[in-house]
């Protein structure tokens, strides 16, 4: 008889071990306390608290779960998707009215052979243009016709309304001629 009941004890013992070997949180928690099992896909340990109370006295929640513990996770549960990422702000452009539009070039008629603009960078076509710095200080973002251009230069007659386009060649500048266009000053 002693031995049956060794057995019995035994293979209590060894399922008692199992048990708390695959469910750890069984072996955490005193008998009588309600468990909460949780499936997880990785590998990692388990690691489980008892879910009534914590050191503090405070009751503690799994921060997945809901107001009554249930846990949305698992196969066949919805991922919510993620929200998407502003888009990037677009520079503002204000109008700043009608301008006189003139050109000029690098060549000694009109910039007396210099090869370099006032800001004492080298003259860029589509980028580079001449304006009244006591209104657009160097670096101002202004647009014409399109075009986004850099105030990089002044011109002695270059005041007020009045804007000099840099081209590349004398020819292109005469081309383009003297006209009137709506600017618009860039605000990043």
């Known amino acids: 008889m002693h031995q049956m009941i060794r057995k019995a004890l035994l293979a209590v013992s060894i399922t008692t071990i199992s048990v708390m070997s695959a469910f750890p949180a069984f072996a955490q928690v005193a008998a009588g306390q309600p468990i909460t099992v949780v499936e997880t896909a990785s590998e990692e ?53 009608t301008f006189k539009i003139t050109g000029y070039c690098s060549c000694k008629l009109c910039s007396g052979g210099q090869n370099l603009t006032y800001s004492g960078t080298v003259p860029t076509p589509n980028h580079t243009i001449s304006a009244d710095l006591s209104r657009y200080p160097l670096g101002t973002k202004l647009k014409v016709n399109g075009i986004v251009y850099t ?3 002044k011109g002695s007659s270059v005041n007020g309304n009045i804007l000099d386009i840099f081209y590349s060649t004398h020819q292109e500048a005469l081309d383009k001629g003297t006209y009137t266009a709506e600017v618009f000053l860039i605000q990043e």
């Open 151 to 153: 105030v990089e230069d």
């Open 45 to 97: 340990p388990l690691k489980m608290e008892n879910p009534t109370a914590g050191a503090s006295g405070q009751s503690k929640m799994n921060p997945a779960s809901g107001s009554d513990g249930y846990v949305n996770a698992g196969p066949g549960v919805e991922k919510k998707a993620p929200e998407p990422e502003p888009e990037p702000e677009q520079p503002r452009e204000i109008s700043l009215g």
